[in-house]
């Protein structure tokens, strides 16, 4: 078995395969598997003044191993997650002009600005001894206070908007062009966990209640009241959000086209949120809520519980359920949740495969008949509902040449 560098950024310390290094991570943090169990140790290293997990694979004969593959993920005992990260998005204003209408973006507070402003992965490159990682953002921007759009910290951290304010600023930009818009979705996931990992990573800064506020403020900076539906406006004069879906109060399409909502992800998170703002009262984004608590108007159902979904809908709750996860239906072609999901009632479906970028790997994608950005809702649609008239702007289709990296 011989290797050098290779398409998927794998190299050896010499001609003949002593030691494999992996770009982005150096030795000590592979994770070598023989059949699906893992190897020993068979030489200790010192890499950085720690111990590594550096293995020699002279000491495999070469006849008797038929395929070498080289998986790259955040943490050697997860080697799914690298799987799970292959995918990429292009740029928002793109997503939108190709009919999407629900972005999801990941988000970390970063009050003092600099936080994530150098990516260990950076390192990890040049220590294994490869070529420097290509040009990231501008370290003057990730130097500034503000909330920063990563996937995950030092890992996987290429975002093709940066920092969210400027996110935000583009998803506005094409609003205003594109007046007559069904509404935008914009689901915001507050990272502040690190994932399970041998490597020290950059410590997230929790979200309190005053981290909140200035995520409000700073969405407020950009949407005008005018082109928001916001929770204050949902409930009206009823004294829970609850108690206003439960009557029917969410906007018309009229009253909506041409506006957003934000909503957000992690449901522990919640109580943070709702600290001083019962109801959501004075708030910007709906909460992932339990079902019957007071600022319950928005659910994520992504158990592919069809019956619980149309359940929900029927009582009033705007309902997000994902059709793939983790990429895993999109490498097997795998229908079923999808097509489940299409036939349900729930009104945003999440995927990392809309028509305008099917998967690499199979056919698979998801979308609506004649790729249109909105359709009627098949559990609740009057008879006289007609899908091509929800959204007049006809979805572009990009080629894959414009595709950039991801953007969550």
């Keep these: 078995m011989t290797l050098d560098r290779t398409a998927d950024g794998s190299s050896t310390t010499r001609g003949e395969a002593l030691h494999i290094n992996i770009r982005g991570l150096p030795p000590q943090f592979q994770n070598v598997q023989l059949n699906g169990r893992n190897i020993a140790v068979n030489e200790s ?6 111990d590594g997990r550096q293995f020699r694979f002279d000491v495999l004969p070469s006849d008797v191993i038929s395929l ?4 790259k993920s955040p943490t050697a005992k997860r080697p799914e997650t690298a799987l799970s990260l ?26 003092q600005g600099g936080r994530f402003a150098h990516p260990k992965a950076m390192d990890w490159v040049v220590s294994a001894g490869l070529p420097p990682d290509a040009p990231w953002d501008s370290p003057a921007v990730m130097a500034k206070p503000g909330f920063k759009v990563l996937h ?6 290429r975002s093709n908007c940066q920092p969210l ?39 997230p800064e929790p979200f309190t209640p005053q981290t909140f506020d200035a995520l409000d403020a700073e969405i407020r900076s950009v949407f005008p009241q005018k082109a928001m539906i916001t929770p204050d406006q949902v409930r009206g004069e009823f004294p829970t959000l609850q108690a206003a879906i439960h009557a029917g109060r969410w906007p018309t399409l009229r009253v909506a086209r041409g506006r957003v909502l934000f909503l957000m992800d992690q449901q522990r998170m919640g109580p943070v949120y709702l600290e001083g703002h019962p109801s959501l009262r004075g708030r910007i984004m709906f909460t992932n ?4 608590d007071p600022d319950a108007a928005f659910v994520e159902q992504n158990e592919n519980d069809v019956a619980a979904i149309n359940a929900l809908v029927r009582d009033g709750y705007l309902v997000r359920a994902r059709t793939d996860w983790e990429t895993r239906q999109s490498r097997t072609n795998d229908t079923g949740r999808r097509n489940a999901l299409l036939a349900s009632g729930a009104q945003i479906l999440s995927t990392d495969y809309p028509i305008s970028e099917p998967a690499s790997w199979t056919s698979y994608s998801v979308g609506f008949p004649e790729n249109l950005a909105a359709r009627c809702n098949p559990l609740l649609a009057p008879r006289h ?7 007049p702007y006809k979805p572009q289709v990009f080629s894959a040449a414009e595709q950039h990296t991801r953007s969550r």
């Excluded at 070498?68 to 998986?71: A, H, I, L, R, T």
């Excluded at 809520?289 to 019957?292: C, E, I, L, T």
Aim: glycine letters at 4%; one cysteine or more.
């Design 68 to 71: 070498v593959k080289v998986v």
């Design 165 to 203: 304010i400027a996110c935000l600023q583009i998803i506005r930009e094409w609003s205003r062009a594109h007046p007559k818009h069904s509404p935008i979705f914009i689901l915001i996931e507050t990272k502040t966990e690190r994932p399970q990992s041998d490597v020290e990573l950059a410590e």
């Design 86 to 111: 292959d995918y990429r998005h292009p740029p928002l204003d793109k997503q939108l002009s190709a009919g999407i209408r629900q972005l999801e973006i990941d988000i970390y507070a970063d009050s």
């Design 45 to 50: 290293i010192e890499n950085g003044g720690k």
């Design 385 to 391: 509902c007609r899908s091509d008239s929800l959204d």
């Design 289 to 292: 809520a339990h079902p019957g």
């Design 152 to 157: 995950i910290q030092d890992i996987d951290y």
